[in-house]
Antibody
Framework: EVRLVQARAEVKRPGESLKISCQAS????????IGWVRQKPGKGLEWMGI????????KYGPSFQGQVIISADRFINTAYLQWTSLQASDTATYYC???????????????WGQGTTVTVSS | DIVMTQSPLSLPVSPGEAASISCRSS?????LEWYLQKPGQSPQLLIY???NRASGVPDRFSGSGSGTEFTLKITKVEAEDAGVYYC?????????FGGGTKVEIK
């Protein structure tokens, strides 16, 4: 079974750092990119960026460039989303999803993690 | 960035009725997807490349359109179809979503 597994929740204080993970199983990790999507409470979906685990190439959305760090470890089939200094405005649910890296074979973000809810509060 | 605009914002529909959601893009594209987010769940892929149903998606869901105008149609809506529907373009980075259409079952 193809799966992306994320921790359910994290609670942090403003200024703290955080690294959340997305562990993939059931498929060849390097054949798909992993994307991150933010959803603030009661709001829509925002695409943050993607990483290609085959060569670790990362592309960020303009709103997220410099605000987060996307990384991966292809040896343990895991992608990461990291903050060095959280703000209250980072409170949201963060989803990872996969997409076929070969554009000719691309067929949407077909598998999603269950989402990590990050709460930043003093 | 490519801007995606959906309408309507909200769509009340009775079981068995048809429903239609529109999505307009600011640039012509053919990499257009539809996702459904049911309450309390992660989004799920319905349609990719405008009109291709994802694996396991019932055939009452169909996608159509070209250029900058796209439509998701649901024939004979069922109670389990309730949720927020999003279109998304994957032609160009940054990938961008529409604002969402909330389908409510009457």
């Amino acid at each position: 079974e193809v799966r992306l597994v994320q921790a359910r929740a994290e609670v942090k204080r403003p200024g703290e750092s955080l690294k959340i993970s997305c562990q993939a199983s059931g498929y060849t990790f390097t054949k798909y990119w992993i994307g991150w999507v933010r959803q603030k409470p009661g709001k829509g979906l925002e695409w943050m960026g993607i990483i290609y685990p085959s060569d670790y190439l990362v592309k960020y959305g303009p709103s997220f460039q410099g605000q987060v760090i996307i990384s991966a470890d292809r040896f343990i089939n895991t992608a990461y989303l990291q903050w060095t200094s959280l703000q209250a405005s980072d409170t949201a649910t963060y989803y990872c999803a996969r997409g076929e890296a070969d554009l000719n074979l691309y067929s949407g973000m077909d598998v999603w993690g269950q989402g990590t809810t990050v709460t930043v509060s003093s | 960035d490519i801007v995606m605009t959906q309408s309507p914002l909200s769509l009340p529909v009775s079981p068995g009725e048809a429903a239609s959601i529109s999505c307009r893009s600011s640039q012509s594209l053919h990499y257009l997807e539809w996702y459904l987010q049911k309450p309390g769940q992660s989004p799920q892929l319905l349609i990719y490349k405008v009109s291709n149903r994802a694996s396991g998606v019932p055939d009452r869901f169909s996608g159509s359109g070209s250029g900058t105008e796209f439509t998701l149609k649901i024939t004979k809506v069922e109670a389990e179809d309730a949720g927020v529907y999003y279109c998304m373009q994957s032609l160009q980075i940054p990938l961008t979503f529409g604002g969402g259409t909330k389908v409510e079952i009457k």
